[in-house]
């Protein structure tokens, strides 16, 4: 992830209003951080509809989409390109579904868009556990054979 995309996304979350630690949170940490603000800000939207405030509504469905595209930006290009592809058309359709759901007062489909972040959140979860796993491993085996 190049440091010009990583900067655009983070912008994107800090006008949603990030929590602090931002600036010491690892790279994999800054996208989870970005993957839970979308689920936060359709989770909002969705109650924001319920009660029919259309204002308010479009203003979350907006930040959710202005952080899939800084999702969309941060994507690697140089590691596993058709995974880098698929991850891009899933952010791109993920967002125009939300405009969707924005026009039509849809909140079937403020469902589908945040089951699908959370399991791609799900598995960039993962990635962390077994990098963590690995590295527990390492530091297992080095202490054993000092």
Do not use: C, F, T
């Not at 839970?36 to 009660?51: D, F, I, N, P, Q």
Request: glycine share 10%; charged share 25%; aromatic share 4%.
């Amino acid at each position: 992830m190049n440091m010009a995309a990583m900067q655009s996304a983070l912008n994107q979350y800090k006008q949603v209003g990030v929590q602090s630690g931002i600036e010491s949170a690892s790279p994999h940490r800054l996208i989870q951080m970005l993957m839970e603000g979308v689920l936060e800000k359709v989770s909002s939207a969705k109650g924001y509809m319920s009660r029919g405030e259309i204002g308010k509504k479009g203003e979350y469905l907006g930040w959710a989409i202005s952080i899939l595209d800084g999702l969309r930006v941060s994507l690697d290009k140089s590691i596993d390109a058709e995974l880098v592809h698929n991850l891009d058309a899933l952010y791109e359709y993920m967002s125009r579904r939300l405009l969707e759901a924005n026009m039509n007062n849809d909140q079937d489909v403020l469902d589908e868009v945040m089951g699908l972040m959370r399991e791609i959140k799900a598995g960039w979860d993962g990635i962390a556990e077994e990098a963590a796993h690995i590295e527990e491993a390492k530091l297992k085996a080095a202490h054993q054979g000092g």
